[in-house]
């Protein structure tokens, strides 16, 4: 079982930035692809952005593309969401995620495991 734990969440303006961070420790993280959801209030929990296990492919959301860049550090078992342009409709709290696979899902249903969530908040 891998352990997630995300950092980085706080209040921004419109138009700023921020960077997420998703420490991950236990059964061989760095060989699994890895994700980023979020889910705002009343809303359904939303594929954000993938990576896979090398870092070599990643795939996005279009709402965030162009503005959100995954990235990860196998050697410090970290992975990472470079968020730039935010926008209010950005507001949410964003879990990372792992498979137990090294290609790229979308699919919530493959990961297995799951951060607590940090609250990202767009002010306008």
């Known amino acids: 079982q891998v352990h997630l734990v995300e950092s980085g969440g706080g209040l921004v303006q419109a138009g700023g930035s921020l960077r997420l961070s998703c420490a991950a420790s236990?059964?061989?993280?760095?060989?699994?692809?890895m994700g980023w959801f979020r889910q705002a209030p009343g809303k359904e929990r939303e594929f954000v952005g993938a990576?896979?296990?090398?870092?070599?492919?990643?795939s996005y959301a279009d709402s965030v593309k162009g503005r959100f860049t995954i990235s990860r550090v196998n050697a410090k078992n970290t992975m990472y969401l470079q968020m730039n342009s935010l926008k209010p409709e950005d507001t949410a709290v964003y879990y990372c995620?792992?498979?137990?696979?090294?290609?790229?899902?979308?699919?919530?249903?493959?990961?297995?495991?799951w951060g607590q969530g940090t609250q990202v908040t767009v002010s306008s």
């Open positions: 995620a792992t498979t137990y696979r090294p290609s790229i899902t979308i699919r919530p249903n493959d990961y297995g495991s």
């Open positions: 236990g059964r061989a993280s760095s060989s699994y692809s």
């Open positions: 990576i896979s296990w090398n870092g070599g492919s990643t």
